[in-house]
């Protein structure tokens, strides 16, 4: 199966930027419709965004317009690019199988403030 490794996470003022890596390893992403998810201590994972395999997209209201998701199939990756980045983006970032989070990573924190 899939097995997924996230990188680029950090620490960054307000209205920063990032991005996320997921390195997929075991299967081809191409398989698979991918997505970003985010979880706070204390509340429930929110699915951040998602890529289908005809490379359709969706966001979550709280980041559209702010967030982009993508692939490279040439190397198994799939990106979040993070701008205008608020407190409340601070979580940790987990890619994983979308929608249904079957397959995911270790996760990835980004804190914002």
């Known amino acids: 199966h899939v097995q997924l490794v996230e990188s680029g996470g950090g620490s960054v003022q307000v209205g920063g930027s990032l991005r996320l890596s997921c390195v997929a390893s075991g299967d081809t992403i191409g398989r698979y419709c991918m997505g970003w998810f985010r979880q706070i201590p204390d509340k429930e994972r929110e699915a951040v965004a998602g890529?289908?395999?005809?490379?359709?997209?969706s966001y979550a209201n709280s980041v559209k317009g702010r967030f982009t998701i993508s692939q490279d199939s040439a190397k198994n990756t799939v990106y979040l690019q993070m701008n205008s980045l608020k407190s409340e983006d601070t979580a940790l970032y987990y890619c994983?199988?979308?929608?249904?989070?079957?397959?995911w990573g270790q996760g990835t924190q980004v804190t914002v403030s």
């Open positions: 994983g199988t979308w929608p249904q989070m079957t397959h």
């Open positions: 890529i289908e395999s005809d490379g359709s997209t």
